[in-house]
């Protein structure tokens, strides 16, 4: 099987299951290499087989289809970026001649839908899924030759119909069914693949061309190729490789690193942000900018409460929380563009916040950082001043929660956002400023 060393940046991955142990990994492709592995929930129980990938509750990640065969029990995993969140018992089907082939969309309602072969009839069936609800069972075209198998489901001609994948064990050909519903309209051949070691043993789209693609295992070296499709022809093929013996892959799915955004109100136009535990809980609480300054505090689990709001300056854009006044409890400092100050807001360590004490800095102030600037161990502000003269301005802190008056320093013109940090290894800490107008960076080195 001839291969191109062609490199992909994999939106699906591969799912695997060991047929010794038990345990399922998803992995992602580095390059053409199966390098970065996560492992979910092991089924010790090799009567339950891992039989493909969907998205069964509309959260853009895909779920993992389990059957039983010893019983005839179907399961789906729901699950939560690479972690199982719940299993839901689906119908059960006795008969141990039907397989769960194929996970597709076939009716074009955003629910991901189970194809259904009986090895010893080759009767074919589709499970039209609400969710994890079979609504109705609909029989497709028969293929009574059991040497012919449904190796996945794909859409290889992009109308958002699922098509299917056949593979005939004996003659090595590999046919598409291209679909309308579950309605046949049309068989393409491809690619024949005489070796009959080399089985399809997942679908997807592993070049973000909308199209799907095919994942060959040989399942006597443990080569893998992906045969990169345009249409049902194939485009390019990629090598890559599972060592491992009793590894053998079942599927491929979307497995996002991050879930689905949860929004929070959070007053108009917000726009800086910063995070701390302001009430002493050890759950991460949030501040932001709007036409005040709001403070949603964490329940620990991921979501936040309803946003308390502060009064600060006019404009207020940029925020930075740290400790101004030595009581270990966070506070905020926050820029006010069209006040040409900064608000400090020292923190009552229960979440709460006293009222704002204002600060002169430069012209429409914008960007903030705070940090140890001067070696006193008590916290300072620099703060951009986003104008066309190009200043910083440094407020050294008096670790009561006061500021000393503001020193200025030139940079370039517009000056947007700043950071901090120890840029040449002198345990001081330095200023990076972005120049919004001059597309330079401004680097100033601490020389206290």
Known sequence: MPATATSLDL????????????????????????TVEKYTTAVPDLNWQLVGAGDFNSDNNSDLVWRNQATGQNVIWLMNGTSLSSGVSIDSVPDLSWRIAGVGDFNRDGNSDLVWRNTASGQNAIWLMNGTTVTTGSFIEPLPDGNWQISGTGDFNRDGNSDLV?????????????????????????????????RIQAVGDFNNDSNSDLV?????THQAVIWLMSGTDVATTVFTSVPETNWQIVGSGNFPLLA?????????????VDVADFNGDGKLDLAVTNDNVSVLLGNGNGTFQTAVNYAVGRSPKSISASDFNGDGKPDLAVTNVSSNTVSVLLGNGNGTFQTAVDYTAGTTPYGISAGDFNGDGKPD?????????GTVSVLLGNGNGTFQTAINYTVGRSPFFISAGDFNGDIQLDLVVTNLNDGTLSVLLNQA
């Open 166 to 198: 056949w593979r005939h064990t004996a003659s090595g050909q590999n046919v598409i069914w291209l679909m309308n519903g579950t309605t046949v309209t049309t068989g393409v051949l491809t690619h024949q693949v005489q070796d009959p070691n080399w």
């Open 260 to 272: 689905l955004a949860a929004n929070y109100a959070a007053g108009r136009f917000p726009s800086g």
């Open 381 to 389: 502000l620099a703060v951009t001043n986003n104008n066309f003269s």
């Open 11 to 34: 939106g699906q991955n591969l799912i695997l299951r060991n047929l010794l142990t038990g345990e399922n990994a998803i992995r992602r492709l580095n390059g053409t290499s199966l």
């Open 216 to 220: 060959w295992r040989n399942t006597a």
